[in-house]
């Protein structure tokens, strides 16, 4: 267990770290290799783990290009214009509009995807606006806050929530009619405790002229319109895709290439209007590395499995499943969050479902853990920097803007924003699958 533990958190720092451009892919797989040549894991766990990560990993990447070929097409500039006018010169409901906004975009983008694109957007409308610094901050924190907290409703929402429906056979269908309601709940929560934080830095009014009009930020009309039928095809695709026998990266892929193939229009429509969204470059810097970090990460992980500690947390699953279901749901919930927190939200995941496969759970109990598996991998992260790939990113997009974070700043807002969201979830959760059943 002491080496497993000891090259778990020796990978974790170097995905965080990066040395020389290392990349998060290489780095987790010169972890699994590590594992592998001290014989905490062995070749036979290769497959078996790439079976559990793979459609989530291409899921992410498709997603990922399809969020930079809209957003390069202008799609998302257009909604988040369209959103700052609807708040009608109030600093207050513009707040609360960009929470909404970015709880739509984690919806479906995915967490990582909508804090890549929907931060330097806010950040560039702040900027026109000219509003304070402590305005500004309260703005990016809030965008930083939903995008990960609301990014429970789908399955494609976030990585962790499709690692954790594939890994019980839940449907995309099964997964929403659970999870839709506990997320708007979180919205809610979320947008309350927000505003409750950080209302007196928030302006009373704001100058809507020194906004563009929406239009002007398409820049690609064709790709633009086409991204609304891809939109609405891969909404009806993830629903049909568990019934037909689908991976839901089959789907996401299937939606990128079309939006591909409509930047690449000049190949094949000539007389469409001139392309201008480079593809290529795009398609460079999708995060192919995930795909990497995926397998090793969880290869590393798996060898924590091998050591004994998914045993151990079985257990700890149990204890909590005898005293009672509301204690299994907050229990297991804030376990979770803490895990997450601490070792990053997507080991946890695996982790966590390892363990309460592994633990003898009565059914409505499993059911509950399950689900709380989610919220606790998908709030926790907001404890701290390193819960979450997407606080990460967010943090180091605010850096390169001129906006640091400090890590104990970070943690302070942190805790405050998130623990208070997490109970109200799981209270949600709980109550939410007592009535379906």
Not at 3 to 30: E, K, N, Y
Not at 109 to 119: E, K
Not at 188 to 198: E, H, I, R, T, Y
Request: aromatic share 10%.
């Amino acid at each position: 267990m002491f080496v497993s533990s000891l090259i778990f958190f020796l990978t974790l720092i170097f995905v965080i770290w990066q040395p020389r451009g290392l990349g998060i892919g290489w780095s987790a797989l010169g972890g699994a290799g590590l594992a592998l040549a001290s014989g905490v894991i062995s070749l036979a766990d290769v497959p078996v783990v790439w079976h559990i990560v793979w459609d989530a990993s291409f899921t992410f990447v498709a997603l990922i290009i399809i969020s930079l070929l809209l957003d390069a097409a202008g799609f998302f500039e257009w909604a988040a214009l369209h959103v700052a006018r609807w708040g009608n010169g109030q600093g207050h409901y513009l707040f609360l509009l960009i929470i909404l906004l970015g709880a739509v975009m984690a919806a479906l983008f995915a967490n990582d995807g909508g804090v890549l694109i929907l931060t330097p957007l806010v950040l560039e409308m702040l900027r026109a606006l000219r509003f304070r610094p402590a305005a500004t901050f309260a703005f990016v924190m809030a965008t930083g806050f939903v995008v990960d907290a609301a990014s429970l409703p789908l399955m494609i929402s976030n990585l962790t929530n499709i690692i954790v429906a594939n890994y019980f056979h839940i449907s995309f269908a099964g997964y929403a009619a659970v999870m839709v309601a506990v997320d708007l709940l979180v919205v809610l929560a979320s947008g309350a405790v927000l505003w409750l934080l950080f209302r007196r830095d928030l302006p009373q009014r704001f100058e809507l002229s020194a906004l563009p009009d929406p239009a002007s930020a398409i820049r690609d009309p064709f790709v633009f319109n086409i991204g609304w039928l891809v939109l609405v095809l891969l909404l009806c695709g993830y629903f049909a895709a568990h019934g037909l026998g689908v991976p839901v990266s089959a789907v996401a892929s299937a939606a990128a290439a079309i939006l591909v193939l409509a930047a690449l229009r000049e190949h094949w429509l000539p007389q469409q209007p001139r392309a201008v969204i480079p593809v290529l470059t795009l398609l460079r810097e999708a995060p192919w590395q995930i795909v990497l970090f995926s397998l090793g990460m969880y290869l590393v992980v798996f060898g924590l499995r091998n050591q004994g500690l998914t045993a151990e947390l079985s257990l700890t699953l149990e204890w909590l499943a005898g005293q009672g279901y509301w204690a299994a749901t907050l229990g297991s919930g804030f376990l979770f969050a803490v895990l997450s927190a601490v070792m990053n939200n997507l080991p946890t995941a695996m982790i966590a479902s390892l363990s309460i496969e592994a633990a003898h759970l009565p059914a409505d109990i499993r059911e509950v853990m399950i689900y709380a598996n989610v919220i606790g991998t998908g709030l926790g992260p907001k404890i701290t920097p390193l819960g979450s790939l997407a606080t990460l990113l967010w943090l180091h997009v605010l850096a390169q803007r001129g906006i640091p974070v400090g890590w104990g700043q970070y943690m302070r807002i942190g805790v405050v924003l998130t623990l208070p969201v997490l109970l109200i979830a799981l209270l949600g959760l709980g109550a939410w699958l007592r009535i379906l059943h």
